[in-house]
């Protein structure tokens, strides 16, 4: 199985400022899932980062907001950008796992925006 | 999206008491998964059922899925104060054989 970790851990971050989360795999993995979970909510898919090539933002989620970089195949990093308070949430990545259709995911980053 | 719905949203019980967890969803699925989340941390999978399967066990956890009924239910028998946690189901549907529509989750309390 796959360990994954995340930095920050949590953040606090006044609005309008942007916030990068890292996200590092123990190994090398094809495809990275950024996921947002809203206070109380389920998780919602940001987009899916494959290395060298461009990131695959699902409905209701762009580039400009959301940018992500995916340098090798074992990094991923997501950027929140010009935050607001609806942007508090915490923030997860996610590799493939077993058989390719489960998911490991890492402990998340709780970003609270003032 | 088709996001599932979960129910109960919330579930108290005492510990060595069973604990059922339903999910529906709505569009047809080629698998649903159930994964544990701990106190606002990461996610777990704990176990995976196909669709042209209707019941699995994973130690104490049992899961059935009725694809007439487009629903699944999660059991846990036996339940511990460590099995607190919120449970989501997700779907995976369509031709992608990775990505994951998740419920909006039960959250367990085992009381000890």
């Known amino acids: 199985s796959a360990v994954i970790s995340q930095k920050p851990s949590r953040d606090i971050c006044q609005r309008g400022t942007s916030l990068t989360i890292q996200c590092q795999v123990d190994?090398?993995?094809?495809?990275m899932f950024w996921y947002r979970q809203q206070p109380g909510q389920s998780l919602t898919l940001i987009a899916t980062a494959n290395q060298g090539s461009e990131a695959t933002y699902e409905s209701g989620f762009v580039i400009d907001k959301f940018p992500i970089s995916r340098p090798n195949l074992t990094f991923s990093t997501l950027t929140v950008s010009n935050m607001s308070p609806e942007d508090s949430s915490i923030y997860l990545c996610s590799t493939l796992g077993a058989g390719q259709e489960t998911q490991y995911f890492g402990p998340g980053t709780r970003l609270l925006v003032l | 999206s088709q996001q599932g719905e979960e129910d109960p949203q919330a579930l108290s019980i005492q510990e060595g008491e069973n604990a059922t967890m339903n999910c529906s969803y709505k569009?047809?699925?080629?698998?649903l998964q159930w994964y544990r989340q701990n106190s606002g941390r990461g996610l777990v999978h704990l176990i995976l059922?196909?669709?042209?399967?209707r019941e699995k066990h994973s130690g104490r956890l049992r899961v059935t899925l009725d694809t007439s009924k487009k629903s699944s239910s999660l059991l846990i028998t036996a339940s511990r104060a460590a099995d607190t946690a919120s449970y989501f189901c997700a779907q995976n549907s369509g031709g992608s054989n990775y990505k994951l529509t998740f419920g909006k989750g039960t959250l367990l309390t085992v009381n000890p």
């Open positions: 569009t047809s699925i080629n698998n």
């Open positions: 059922i196909r669709s042209n399967e």
């Open positions: 190994s090398q993995v094809t495809m």
